[in-house]
T-cell receptor, first 111, second 114 residues
Framework: QKEVEQNSGPLSVPEGAIASLNCTYS??????FFWYRQYSGKSPELIMS????GDKEDGRFTAQLNKASQYVSLLIRDSQPSDSATYLC???????????FGKGTSLLVTP | NAGVTQTPKFQVLKTGQSMTLQCAQD?????MYWYRQDPGMGLRLIYY???????DKGEVPNGYNVSRLNKREFSLRLESAAPSQTSVYFC?????????????FGEGSRLTVL
């Protein structure tokens, strides 16, 4: 099983600050990575996917991938209280057909 | 467009009872999945179906069976429920053409086994 590690948090940041969420993984051969957001009591929804080393930006979100160091991160700029949620890191599992998820990091953005 | 629909949304069972969770998607996706989510454990894959006619075990398949009834529907059956199966169950689907890609999740089914 490809292990995915995340700090469970909670990570607390003030409104307007940059939130930095990190994820490490065990299999150096992993190629595809995903960040999902899950509000309390709701289902996960995809925020970003990243496949190549470097940064990928989408609005206030930036995903960063460093395959040599085996970590992927998500930066949220200008954090808003509505960003308060659990953020799940995921990668394609050994089957190649499903995703293996980390346990998630809880983010709290305080007004 | 309903996306992924799961039924029931809530269920309480007694130990030893059986039940089936139903899942249907209307996005013409090839792949479908069942995950369970427990506090502090994240999402764990129970079974998946890469395409119509195929099913495979995930990380935690014991105590469950699945059926890919057709391209739209993928059911999860608990034959003899145990308290350890108390969880929130999510069905998901994806195009599955080249790897899983984006997973679209249903709203979840909260199951309590007494």
């Amino acid at each position: 099983q490809k292990e995915v590690e995340q700090n469970s948090g909670p990570l607390s940041v003030p409104e307007g600050a940059i939130a930095s969420l990190n994820c490490t993984y065990s299999d150096r051969g992993s190629q595809s990575f995903f960040w999902y957001r899950q509000y309390s009591g709701k289902s996960p929804e995809l925020i970003m996917s990243i496949y190549s080393n470097g940064d990928k930006e989408d609005g206030r979100f930036t995903a960063q991938l460093n395959k040599a160091s085996q970590y992927v991160s998500l930066l949220i700029r200008d954090s808003q209280p509505s960003d308060s949620a659990t953020y799940l890191c995921a990668l394609v599992d050994n089957s190649g057909y499903a995703l293996n998820f980390g346990k998630g990091t809880s983010l709290l953005v305080t007004p | 467009n309903a996306g992924v629909t799961q039924t029931p949304k809530f269920q309480v069972l007694k130990t030893g009872q059986s039940m089936t969770l139903q899942c249907a998607q209307d996005m013409n996706h090839n792949s479908m999945y069942w995950y369970r989510q427990d506090p502090g454990m994240g999402l764990r894959l129970i079974y998946y179906s890469a395409s119509e006619g195929t099913t495979d075990k995930g990380e935690v398949p014991n105590g469950y069976n699945v059926s890919r009834l057709n391209k739209r529907e993928f059911s999860l059956r608990l034959e003899s429920a145990a308290p350890s199966q108390t969880s929130v169950y999510f069905c998901a689907s994806s195009h599955g053409l080249v790897g899983p890609g984006e997973l679209f999740f249903g709203e979840g089914s909260r199951l309590t086994v007494l």
